[in-house]
T-cell receptor, first 118, second 115 residues
Framework: AQKITQTQPGMFVQEKEAVTLDCTYD???????LFWYKQPSSGEMIFLIY??????QNATEGRYSLNFQKARKSANLVISASQLGDSAMYFC???????????????FGQGTILTVHP | DSGVTQTPKHLITATGQRVTLRCSPR?????VYWYQQSLDQGLQFLIH???????AKGNILERFSAQQFPDLHSELNLSSLELGDSALYFC??????????????FGEGSRLTVL
């Protein structure tokens, strides 16, 4: 079974509007972390936002927020006020376990290509 | 700039050959991770080194090996290359802080093409 599922291969949004990128996950570990990374066409992976499984509040980082619904096992990324530079591939990823040797062992989804139109 | 340096950025080689990819982590980071990104498999964790010791292995082929040196740089060795090994190979480093997210900082990747 897929541990991280991103069901939207591609998304389009108008500049200055908000967009939500979906991510669902599957784990039986009570301690886990959820990450979103951005990969522009140049190829580098850029960390955007993190949500821990025990965090009470949804994570926010500037224009990025994570809509964390633990019971539904979803961790959707919301980008507000989209900019042309937001056009990229976006990956949701999960780390299972509290850390230690699993700290950087992430399982990635297949990604969603976001295109921002002017 | 993430602070993680990978060389070479691009590499073209033939089947059956051996290549070495190099990674220098961010200053102060003791952990180095290798990931492979291919069209069919997506992004996959390969291996993790912490301060010179192997800590975790993922879907790494037996033809692949890695090591981390005393100066903390790491090398990923790929041998008996096959067409399917063509991919973008990422190195990432992290600082492990209690209670911290432990986000990975990725290098720009080494794009390997096997002909």
């Amino acid at each position: 079974a897929q541990k991280i599922t991103q069901t939207q291969p591609g998304m389009f949004v108008q500049e200055k509007e908000a967009v939500t990128l979906d991510c669902t996950y599957d784990t039986s570990d009570p301690s886990y972390g959820l990450f979103w990374y951005k990969q522009p066409s140049s190829g580098e992976m850029i960390f955007l936002i993190y949500q821990g499984s025990y965090d009470q509040q949804n994570a926010t980082e500037g224009r990025y927020s994570l809509n964390f619904q633990k019971a539904r096992k979803s961790a959707n990324l919301v980008i507000s006020a989209s900019q042309l530079g937001d056009s990229a591939m976006y990956f949701c990823a999960m780390r299972e376990g509290p850390g230690g040797t699993s700290y950087g062992k992430l399982t990635f989804g297949q990604g969603t290509i976001l295109t921002v139109h002017p | 700039d993430s602070g993680v340096t990978q060389t070479p950025k691009h590499l073209i080689t033939a089947t059956g050959q051996r290549v070495t990819l190099r990674c220098s982590p961010r200053s102060g980071d003791l952990s180095v991770y290798w990931y492979q990104q291919s069209l069919d498999q997506g992004l996959q964790f390969l291996i993790h080194y912490y301060n010179g010791e192997e800590r975790a292995k993922g879907n790494i082929l037996e033809r692949f090996s890695a090591q981390q040196f005393p100066d903390l740089h790491s090398e990923l060795n790929l041998s008996s290359l096959e067409l399917g090994d063509s991919a973008l190979y990422f190195c990432a480093s992290s600082v492990v802080l209690a209670g911290g997210p432990g986000e990975l900082f990725f290098g720009e990747g080494s794009r390997l093409t096997v002909l």
